[in-house]
């Protein structure tokens, strides 16, 4: 018989209905064997007790269902945003507001590097700096002879120098959605979404699949998620080649490694069909720290960058309504392709309009080849609407909804935007969870940092960063929160039947609190500290 470790916690959130609160969890070869008392294993022969987390709070480990491997990676790179940010070895990067700070910043970065090599930055967002825009003009001043790229905090868009636009053959004779050109007819510097954005990435060698497929970065991402206290993170929109996979499996097949990672191939540069075969071929692939077989569609862009779809009457400034990335003909296409061949999809919508074409591009592919249990995810869901919301119910359509937004750009989607009326009602959980979808809440890191406990603090309370509350009627409640970065989001991700929850039978993956998160003041939720988790069993301290 194996042996038998039971830990003794001073309160165990379980999410199982049956007990949803124990203070012992009898854990036997990486699996949970007994919940309960100080006795919940002696009908198994007991076992030795770990008195370790005694004064400590243990809840199912943390699920982000929609995040990147780069999370951890892109610290290679300069950091040039808004916000303070914590890298993954625990140093705080000041935010910097204003453009001024941005260009002194990307100097002193610029100093560090060898001749010839590009500056490549990261985080900055216009929407909080709103005296001017971001331009060549400002990037020329770090350097005129280094190709520099400043890649906005939402990934859709970048700002180049006036050496990265000549690289690419940018010119006043470009004709490429996406390349933003000034009153004089010459680019800005700023290219929005993929297509524009490709030629100059390439051109500077700036590769997020490769960035992230290292063994320090993939280590780096477990850190990233262990802090968090998460014990399951995706890395939504990977481009994983094969040696890539045997990287990945050598890295997260250690015993210490402390996440299981859901990798999804991203639907870009290849055929349907080819991107359904890989997705199966990959799904007998996965292991007990690996998962794989799904796919991620990219529909349409960012809210903040103005290239997210969103039905009438648009953006309240008059700018254009957004940028497709994968054209409505062949999300239709892709959504046949996939359902019949029963490939999960994940599928990104910002914009209510996005949200519309890939829920009728379900609806059809449905009707076509029926699968109940295919569990698609629509991703991000800000703009989602109630009548959207029903449908995905009635079609089994799961959404991971981006509660961060609320905080990090409520006040700037409400004045800049959406407007007043539409912003309330952004990542509208309590209407997804009142119309019967199944719920998760997410970071999308490196986007905004990961923490499922902040994500879950932003859908309890919708509170902006000026104090204010944004739509009060979409509040959900702290177990509905805490179900939703848990249970919920093993739902989306097919693994309900494996973590989520503290049952018995199900893998030992927990979060390590040092308060009970269930008793603390609602605004206080952000506040409980993460101590480290457990996973399979294997006790990881921070």
Known sequence: MSDTTIFSAKKIITMDPNLP????????DGKILAVGGADCADQWGGGVLDKSMEGMFLSPGFVEGHAHMMA???WNYAYAGYHDRIDPKGKL??????????????????DTLPDGAPLIGWGFDPIFLTTQRLSRAHLDQVSADRPIAIVFSNFHLLCV??????????????????VVKGADGNPTGELQEMAAMFPVMRRLGIEFGALS???????????VACRAGVTTVTDLFSMMQDSDLDLMLKVTGGADYPVRIVSVQGAMGTSPEDLAKRALELRGKSTDKLRLGAVKLMTDGSIQGWTARVKWPGYIDGQPNGIWNTPPELIRELCQVMQ?????????????EAAEVSIDAIEKAIQKAPWDGHRHVLQHCQMMSADQYRRCAEMGICTNIFSNHIWYFGDQHSARTLGHERARRMNAARTALDAGVHIALHSDAPVTPMGPLFTAWCAVNRRT??????????????????????????????????????????KADFAILGDDPTAVDPMALKDVP????VSGGMVHLL
């Open 21 to 28: 609160e124990a203070t012992h969890v009898a854990v036997r």
């Open 72 to 74: 951890g990676a892109m």
């Open 93 to 110: 990067w000041r935010g910097m507001t204003t453009i001024d700070e941005v260009i002194a910043g990307l100097k002193e970065f610029c």
């Open 161 to 178: 120098n006036s050496k990265a636009l000549e690289m690419a053959e940018y010119s006043s004779a470009t004709n490429v959605e996406g």
């Open 213 to 223: 497929q290292t063994e320090d970065a993939i280590r780096t991402y477990g850190e």
């Open 340 to 352: 019949a061949n029963g490939v999960q999809m994940h599928i990104h919508v910002n914009g209510d």
């Open 465 to 506: 960063m000026t104090g204010k509350t944004l739509g009060a009627n979409q509040r959900i409640t702290v177990l509905e929160a805490l179900y939703a970065i848990t249970l919920g989001a093993a739902f989306t991700l097919r693994m309900d039947g494996e973590i989520g929850s503290i049952e018995p039978g199900k």
């Open 530 to 533: 993460v101590l480290g988790t």
